[in-house]
């Protein structure tokens, strides 16, 4: 039997969730793995750069497996940009290594900052970061020392961790948000408001409703300002833009043989693309899944199921992808964020069991629940306590009522034994969903 070879571009969590898969069931006399990546030597976790720039952890401590993992797994990594592919002779052409064959092609290059053409920005030669890549904290450790005010735009997870980072240092910030609430693609309006009281109790310069106009810049190119919509000019040395990614794949377009591309590289049900044994996955791809819009799915734990998934298809298991119910973690500040489910864009006859703690601000229940399916729970929001995200999805994927919910809310706490929320003293209402 020939070796095969599969190659992977791409050795962020879907791409190297894909060798590991590919690998536990193929030999190094079957098989050869090649992953190929320019940002970094290592898979590193990328919803931890935060605490490197922080200085809590090093760099090798962002990476999940040990180095030596990939030589025990015959796996090659390959520090090179693939410039092309020609899928009619299963070839790649990379830009400093010799062209490479491949018998399956994974694509997972995952997604990069938005682009925005705020006026100024091509002006700006220094000082515009994103936080996103190794190279953009490698950026922000660059500026850190010679800034002294920063301006983050961009009021998601991304944005407030850069916001935490920059005050860890001494750096003072203003945080821009364009809506009139925080964060309303995943909070409500009662927990918008209280995250952003939190985030102006550390000092930060909160500004809602606020957008960046213009940026300024001094005689050697760095950012020196910024004007905002409401004509507000804002002296800063480092402007932080954090307003969401976009799928990594324009270089695709011009290739000899380009794949199926639209908001992203267009995928099915089994991660494979329009080119024959070539596969996409994470970040990077739009999922056809027979509805109305395909899935796009930018989240790391989303992107580590793509890989799996994507290698059982490269290996003929013909696996369909079935979406989990959604699940997050985080953290603003020092106050715990776990979500679970539909908690926004819900219709409008569902309701929230909104549950608050009389002298603790940050501690917050929001259970979304049905009412036409017999109280159906759908959905969690939690702040300010740790909750484990499997016990709640399994009770939302049981169909479970609000009121056996309700009863059994313990069980999914996830706190330190002394240091759990008290959930007997939460005051508690009914929100509609107009």
């Known amino acids: 039997?020939?070796?095969?070879?599969?190659?992977?571009?791409?050795?962020?969590?879907?791409?190297?969730?894909?060798?590991?898969?590919?690998?536990?069931?193929?030999?190094?006399?079957?098989?050869k793995i090649t992953v190929i990546s320019k940002e970094s030597d290592f898979f590193f976790s990328r919803t931890a750069l935060m605490y490197a720039y922080m200085n809590t952890m090093q760099r090798e401590d962002l990476e999940p497996y040990e180095r030596h993992v990939y030589t025990q797994q015959h796996i090659t990594l390959l520090r090179d940009t693939v410039t092309d592919i020609d899928a009619h002779n299963h070839t790649i052409t990379?830009?400093?290594?010799?062209?490479?064959?491949?018998?399956?092609?994974?694509?997972?290059?995952?997604?990069?900052?938005?682009?925005?053409?705020?006026?100024?920005?091509?002006?700006a030669t220094d000082g515009v970061v994103n936080f996103v890549s190794m190279q953009d904290l490698d950026h922000c450790e660059r500026l850190t020392p010679s800034t002294s005010h920063a301006v983050?735009?961009?009021?998601?997870?991304?944005g407030i961790e850069l916001v935490e980072c920059l005050m860890y240092h001494g750096v003072k910030v203003t945080f821009l948000v364009r809506e009139s609430s925080y964060w309303p693609q995943a909070l409500s309006h009662e927990e918008g408001s209280r995250i952003a009281d939190l985030i102006r109790s550390h000092h930060v310069n909160l500004l809602l409703e606020e957008e960046l106009q213009q940026i300024h810049t001094d005689q050697q190119g760095r950012v020196s300002a910024i004007t905002t919509n409401k004509n507000q000019k804002i002296d800063t040395q480092m402007l932080g833009i954090c307003v969401g990614v976009t799928s990594n794949t324009s270089?695709?377009?011009?290739?000899?043989?380009?794949?199926?591309?639209?908001?992203?590289?267009?995928?099915?049900?089994?991660?494979?693309?329009?080119?024959?044994?070539?596969?996409?996955?994470?970040?990077?791809?739009?999922?056809?899944?027979?509805?109305?819009?395909?899935?796009?799915?930018?989240?790391?734990?989303?992107?580590?199921?793509?890989?799996?998934?994507?290698?059982?298809?490269?290996?003929g298991d013909q696996v369909a992808y079935a979406p989990p119910t959604f699940f997050n973690s985080s953290k603003f500040f020092d106050v715990e964020y776990t979500t679970a489910g539909q908690v926004v864009n819900t219709p409008a006859h569902?309701?929230?069991?909104?549950?608050?703690?009389?002298?603790?601000?940050?501690?917050?229940?929001?259970?979304?629940?049905?009412?036409?399916?017999?109280?159906?729970?759908?959905?969690?929001?939690?702040?300010?306590?740790?909750?484990?995200?499997?016990?709640?999805?399994?009770?939302?994927?049981?169909?479970?009522?609000?009121s056996y919910v309700r009863k059994r809310l313990h069980q999914a706490q996830f706190d330190v034994e002394f240091g759990r929320a008290k959930l007997k003293a939460m005051q508690e209402e009914i929100l509609n969903h107009d």
């Not at 190659?7 to 060798?19: D, K, P, R, T, Y």
């Not at 290594?97 to 290059?109: E, N, Q, V």
């Not at 069991?353 to 729970?377: A, E, G, M």
Request: hydrophobic share 40%; aromatic share 8%; with cysteine.
């Open 94 to 123: 990379l830009e400093t290594s010799a062209p490479l064959t491949y018998t399956k092609l994974l694509i997972a290059t995952g997604a990069h900052p938005r682009h925005v053409p705020f006026e100024g920005i091509e002006q």
């Open 152 to 158: 983050v735009v961009g009021g998601g997870l991304i």
């Open 350 to 402: 569902t309701k929230s069991l909104w549950r608050t703690h009389p002298s603790q601000p940050y501690l917050t229940q929001r259970i979304v629940f049905d009412p036409t399916q017999k109280d159906q729970v759908i959905g969690f929001n939690m702040l300010g306590s740790r909750w484990n995200h499997r016990i709640l999805t399994q009770w939302i994927e049981q169909r479970r009522p609000l």
């Open 251 to 315: 270089w695709l377009k011009s290739a000899t043989t380009p794949p199926d591309i639209q908001r992203a590289l267009c995928v099915d049900k089994f991660f494979q693309t329009s080119l024959p044994d070539v596969f996409g996955a994470g970040d990077c791809v739009q999922i056809d899944l027979g509805m109305e819009q395909p899935l796009i799915e930018t989240i790391w734990y989303s992107a580590k199921r793509h890989g799996q998934i994507a290698a059982l298809n490269m290996l």
């Open 1 to 31: 039997m020939n070796q095969e070879h599969f190659i992977i571009i791409g050795n962020g969590v879907a791409g190297i969730e894909a060798a590991m898969t590919i690998r536990s069931r193929l030999s190094v006399e079957d098989a």
